[in-house]
């Protein structure tokens, strides 16, 4: 039976995988979700979902039974929710790829493109005249559907009944405590404030010329832009200098074949970046619509790593091994790529900085890098409120507010409290991969030198000892097996240290 559910759990996955990326990827106007849910209902069913659930509740702790059993488990309740969820999920992609925000001089700009456009724009009343209206569009349309959707996956996970609690219900599957991650959270959030207090409002003035008590979500998306170094940076180099480094770390750049790149520019593409594993290790997409500049060789190498990761899995692993598991492992993988941007040697290498330019691109990026994570920090603290028994909906846009202005000093909108939600606390799946990639970085430091990434044992050991082995670990697992060490933010703040020196 165990069989049964990993095949066909593999199928639905496949299908359902290709639709999600020939939607995001503009391929077809709209994702046609419930057919394919529908066909594959065997997969997600009540006899799949007893004999997961059987086995979680019969198998030894820390048992591969046991391990097998919670992600199973864990992927069918989202796989049932999915089903529930699935016309909510097409009405969502089909606005998202046709609203269109209208501005009062008579402009419009597609919903799709506005992330784009507002980090392009100089002028600040103008970028911030976009997101207001950008914000009043969602908060007319896209927010209620986001809403009704968590209101009604809170009711299904409530409904099958593996833990109390939603919270509890991701506590025993994911096997990683929220309250501990999130006093982790609100530690480094203290840790870093006088940090922060220095270096905001020197990269404001400097970026775009404004003042803390000025700054919001949309200025920071401007500020992340760093437009000053678009000529190190040049799109027609982006994958070519990427290509040859993966090359000499001795790895195929496209996992001889597997990984199917598509970085222009098209109508009805997502503006975030993805990869799409359609059959794992076969065939992966990796999917970027150009922004510009560092951004987008940054998020190349982030969605490469992903990829990489997806193409070289050993295909004799067991479905859960492959497609499910704690995805703070591929995260890892795809922050540890790029993080090259933040490493001077890669830089001097394969960008077109100049020596002079390399310390203030580096303080810049660990400005950046600071944001990030101060903002991920308070998104957890936000969302474990937000999926908390007695969380009142009415109160939460502006707890929102509160929590993810007081962290990174850039005022939010309230229209976004639950737009920028990660499903299913993938929030915590960010965070966790943070700190494994740092782990890693400094483990592959010690084997193969500060230049790892252009050492062509390097690559083969990445392939056998990690990419190979799919989500079969847990982040703590890996970290654990390959240094020894403990996962944590300490790494991450000695190295924004550095890079703000």
């Known amino acids: 039976m165990l069989g049964r559910v990993r095949e066909r759990g593999e199928r639905f996955l496949e299908e359902i995988s290709t639709e999600y990326h020939a939607a995001s990827a503009g391929h077809k106007p709209d994702a046609v979700l419930q057919p394919i849910y529908a066909k594959h209902r065997e997969a997600f069913g009540d006899e799949a979902f007893d004999t997961a659930l059987s086995l979680y509740r019969s198998a030894a702790p820390d048992s591969e039974d046991n391990r097998s059993a919670r992600m199973l488990l864990d992927w069918l309740i989202e796989s049932r929710s999915g089903q529930v969820l699935a016309p909510l999920d097409e009405r969502e992609m089909a606005w998202e790829n046709s609203a269109i925000i209208r501005l009062s001089d008579g402009n419009v700009e597609p919903y799709q493109r506005a992330s784009i456009t507002i980090g392009n724009t100089r002028d600040a009343s103008e970028r911030r005249r976009l997101d207001d209206a950008r914000a009043a569009l969602v908060q007319a349309e896209l927010a209620p559907m986001r809403q009704e959707k968590l209101e009604r996956e809170h009711e299904i996970v409530a409904a099958i009944g593996v833990a109390p609690t939603y919270n509890a219900t991701f506590e025993a599957l994911s096997g990683i405590s929220l309250e501990g991650l999130r006093t982790e959270c609100e530690a480094f959030l203290r840790d870093t404030q006088s940090m922060w207090d220095d270096i905001l409002p020197e990269r404001l003035k400097a970026g775009l010329g404004i003042r803390p008590d000025e700054a919001t ?250 990419f190979a082995r799919g989500q079969r670990e847990s982040a703590q697992e890996q970290a654990t097996r390959v240094s020894g060490k403990q996962l944590s933010f300490a790494p991450l703040v000695r190295a924004i240290e550095r890079m703000l020196t």
């Open 217 to 466: 979500r949309a200025d920071a998306l401007a500020l992340m832009r760093v437009p000053e170094f678009d000529g190190a940076f040049q799109a027609s180099e982006m994958e070519w200098a990427v290509r040859r480094q993966v090359t000499e770390m001795g790895i195929s750049p496209d996992a001889d074949g597997r990984v199917r790149y598509d970085t222009g520019e098209r109508e009805g593409k997502r503006s975030r970046a993805f990869c799409a594993p359609v059959r794992i290790p076969d065939l992966v997409h990796l999917v970027l619509r150009p922004h510009g500049g560092q951004t987008d060789w940054q998020t190349l190498l982030h969605e490469l790593g992903h990829a990489l990761h997806f193409a070289n899995m050993d295909s004799s692993l067991p479905f859960e091994f492959r497609w499910l598991g704690d995805n703070s492992i591929t995260e890892g993988y795809a922050m540890l790529f790029d993080h090259r941007m933040q490493d001077a040697g890669w830089l001097a290498r394969y960008s077109g900085l100049g020596k002079s330019e390399l310390p203030r691109f580096l303080r810049a990026a660990g400005f950046e890098e600071l944001q990030f994570l101060r903002r991920y920090s308070a998104k957890l603290i936000y969302e474990v409120q937000l999926h908390s028994e007695g969380a009142t909906w009415s109160s939460l846009p502006d707890l929102y507010v509160e929590t993810l202005t007081t962290a990174t000093g850039f005022r939010y909108q309230t229209a976004d409290a639950f737009v920028d939600v990660d499903p299913r606390y993938y929030a915590v799946r960010y965070l966790r991969a943070w700190q494994l990639q740092s782990v890693l970085a400094e483990s592959l430091v010690e084997r193969f030198n500060d230049d790892w990434w252009r050492n062509p044992k390097a690559g083969p050991f990445l392939v056998q000892e990690l």
